[in-house]
């Protein structure tokens, strides 16, 4: 049985900026993952002569980690994508969700990262599978989520 409150994945949109003010739709989304998959990692504080048998662990800064997501293969898109990679430029990323039809009003995750892979896919076994861009975001900082209304 389907959850009657779900949404579903048509209407997700991807938007990129350089400033955080003026943003640009990244088109033609094949798949999207979470954005980050925050993790701390665990700091073995545990002191050296002690009565406590135990194994003591404190847990260290959070690591917002990594957001991939595939894109239909467009020169022009690529070329956006290529020019941040190269230039290592700490982007301005809106993940916004398809839970509202005004997307202003629209639930949204908002983080900065950088484009730390992207990959050119296709296959010469089927020469009707569309080319498609996988990319991988490195998150830095916090990802902001904001509920719709």
């Known amino acids: 049985m389907a959850a009657v409150d779900a949404d579903l ?22 798949s999207v993952g979470s954005p980050g998959n925050p993790e701390r990692p665990e700091i073995d504080v545990s002191p050296l002569y002690s009565t ?19 894109q239909y293969w467009n020169k022009t898109r690529w070329g956006v994508l290529k020019a941040y990679y190269d230039a290592n430029t700490n982007v301005y ?20 990262g950088y484009v730390k892979k992207l990959l050119s896919v296709g296959t010469l076994d089927d020469p009707d599978t569309p080319m498609i861009s996988e990319v991988s975001i490195k998150i830095d900082g916090d990802v902001t989520f904001t509920a719709g209304t």
């Open 52 to 70: 406590v048998t135990k194994r003591q662990f404190r847990m260290g800064k959070s690591n917002s980690g990594m957001w991939e997501f595939k």
């Open 93 to 112: 990323w809106r993940a916004v969700y398809p839970d509202n039809d005004d997307v202003s009003l629209a639930s949204k995750d908002e983080f900065r």
């Open 9 to 30: 994945a048509d209407g997700f949109r991807l938007y990129h900026s350089t400033d955080g003010a003026t943003y640009s739709e990244l088109v033609d989304i094949d």
